[in-house]
């Protein structure tokens, strides 16, 4: 299948400019005066650059950890696991163990 000839006109551009030119045009009469002008272009084109929201320089947010922050696994000592094993093994299992720093978490 043959291609299409490139349009030596940025179509995308052309819809900018008639917008700079009248910003209240509806995407009819935007069609209708590039039409006029020799410009084919879509309904769909015409709203994409109409309402496409402007980025402020600002980029989008980044996944993942934020800057500086660091496991809490890795600032536990090993002196710190051995007390909570043992207090586990005290309160009767983890079950027990993780119902008492609820019970902590809402009092402090």
């Not at 700079?20 to 084919?40: N, V």
């Not at 710190?80 to 027990?96: D, E, F, H, R, T």
């Amino acid at each position: 299948m043959a291609r299409k000839a490139k349009s030596t006109v940025n179509r995308s551009q052309a819809i900018r400019d008639y917008l700079a030119k009248s910003p209240k045009a509806s995407p009819t009469e935007i069609k209708e005066a590039l039409a006029k002008e020799g410009i084919e272009v879509s309904d769909s084109l015409i709203s994409a650059v109409k309402y496409k929201k402007k980025a402020k320089g600002k980029r989008g947010k980044k996944r993942g950890r934020p800057a500086g922050a660091t496991a809490k696994a890795a600032s536990v000592s090993v002196e710190s696991l051995v007390a909570a094993k043992k207090m586990v093994n005290q309160l009767g299992g983890i079950a027990a163990a993780e119902k008492a720093i609820g019970i902590l978490k809402r009092l402090g």
